[in-house]
């Protein structure tokens, strides 16, 4: 089985296709599973942020994987295979996890060292895990990936370079003035209640806003997000928690407003924008991070209006001036890819060494057996001696070739050691795969806790 990713980003396809093709918490679940349905695939997990889409499986053959793949991520999106195939990029094997690493470490975001595709990276195993579609190799290619990017964060400056999405946004907003300077009095309205509403919402308040109302269709979220944001110590920021049929009301009360909802259509038409404007003094801020977008894009139009999404962001990023740091980052992005690379390889041919010495103390066992059936006469510490002896023996003999073969199986092209092995020592093939599975049901339960 081999790693393939199938998927499009903001640095593949247009927002106008991003937006199209997002996936609804259901449909990523919907398209897991029929992922593993489909008979190219023993794994997957799908990685979906506000500027990605990508599908992830352990695959028995690559042609038959990408054509699977995209196939199925044109039925779950509801674009067209037609239309979509021009946008997707296709990672394989080593290639595959190059990409994940780099996308872990913020290389390959909108800005880039931005760090909160880790949080969106470990929420894609934690789908997988759930629905079981995620075996051993997908678990340790994510785990690992979390691991890379937090050393990434660590050793080198990369937060130096990269921000997150909201700091981003509301640096565009501001327009040239410094953000805490521009966000300080102000009265922010922030729709949805989710990780991005959370981060945007406590980034306005290190800003210096002075209020804060959270919107949401699940009233319960937003309370829980205000009574965070007004505990003692904290901000100092005044926020409380209304209801989505309250916007229109807050919007005319709002200086700033962030919105990042799962909504399918729009939350903000450009007449509610309109309207909200009529008659003020003061423009209107307005930051849509959802993907597809929640506001009106004809807000733009809007006297007064100033408003930056998702697109507008896109065109930002790429004049971005970029880190020293990146190289940096980038060299360890390379030394992780070769290190999981020998591991998964050295991983491949354990079963094989775990069934030739089984097979080697089943030997042991029956010739032991049969000595004692010759020499009835030996009394318990004979027996054990000769039974010790036989044992060390045969472990001698296998030391060197089972830790040289497992040395040699790290290197690139070491995967036909396992096979040599298997054939010189005639080893049963099912019982390779019951060692093989029983590592993956134990890996399983052991990654299962680390999410």
């Excluded at 396809?13 to 449909?27: C, G, H, K, Q, Y």
């Excluded at 994987?65 to 067209?80: I, W």
């Excluded at 970029?322 to 190289?327: Q, T």
């Excluded at 060494?353 to 059936?373: F, H, N, Q, Y």
């Amino acid at each position: 089985m081999s790693l393939l990713v199938v998927g499009l980003s903001h640095r593949s396809a247009p927002v106008s296709i991003l937006e199209r093709a997002a996936l609804a918490a259901d449909t990523q679940a919907k398209l897991l599973q029929d992922t593993l349905a489909a008979e190219p695939a023993a794994e997957g997990t799908v990685l979906a942020t506000c500027n990605r889409i990508e599908l992830y499986a352990d695959v028995d053959k690559f042609h038959a994987g990408v054509a699977e793949l995209s196939t199925l991520l044109a039925q779950h999106s509801g674009v067209g295979l037609d239309e979509l195939t021009p946008y997707l990029y296709v990672h394989y094997e080593d290639r595959a996890v190059h990409h994940l690493f780099s996308v872990a470490c913020g290389l390959d975001s909108m800005v880039v060292g931005e760090g909160q595709i880790l949080g969106q990276i470990k929420d894609a195993l934690a789908l997988g895990q759930d629905l079981h579609t995620a075996g051993r190799l997908l678990n340790d290619l994510f785990q690992q990936a979390l691991r890379v990017g937090k050393r990434a964060h660590s050793e080198t400056g990369i937060d130096r370079a990269g921000q997150s999405l909201v700091t981003f946004g509301l640096e565009q907003l501001a327009d040239g003035t410094d953000v805490d300077t521009w966000a300080k009095g102000k009265k922010a309205l922030v729709i949805g209640a989710g990780s991005m509403s959370s981060l945007a919402a406590a980034t306005l308040a290190r800003s210096g806003v002075s209020e804060i109302v959270i919107a949401n269709r699940t009233l319960a979220r937003a309370e829980r997000l205000a009574q965070i944001l007004n505990e003692p110590g904290g901000t100092g920021v005044a926020a409380h928690a209304v209801e989505m049929v309250a916007v229109g009301d807050e919007l005319t009360r709002a200086d700033v407003v962030v919105s990042c909802t799962g909504a399918t259509g729009l939350v903000l038409t450009g007449e509610d924008v309109e309207t909200a404007v009529r008659g003020r003094r003061t423009p209107l801020a307005l930051l849509d991070l959802a993907m597809p977008r929640d506001i009106d894009a004809a807000a733009h139009r809007v006297p007064g209006v100033r408003l930056v999404d998702i697109e507008s962001l896109a065109e930002a990023s790429a004049d971005a001036p970029m880190a020293a740091d990146v190289d940096q980052v980038r060299g360890i992005v390379s030394d992780e890819v070769a290190a999981f690379g020998a591991a998964q390889r050295a991983a491949h041919i354990t079963p094989t060494v775990v069934a030739l010495r089984t097979m080697a103390a089943d030997v042991v066992a029956v010739e032991v057996a049969r000595l004692e059936g010759r020499l009835p006469d030996l009394d318990d510490k004979q027996r054990a001696e000769i039974t010790q002896t036989v044992r060390r023996v045969v472990d001698k003999l296998l030391h060197a070739p089972t830790v040289r073969v497992k040395q040699l199986a790290s290197e690139p092209g070491g995967a036909g050691y396992a096979d040599a092995l298997r054939t010189l020592f005639d080893l049963d093939p099912e019982t390779v795969a019951s060692v093989s599975r029983a590592d993956l049901n134990d890996a399983d339960v052991k990654n299962r806790g680390r999410v």
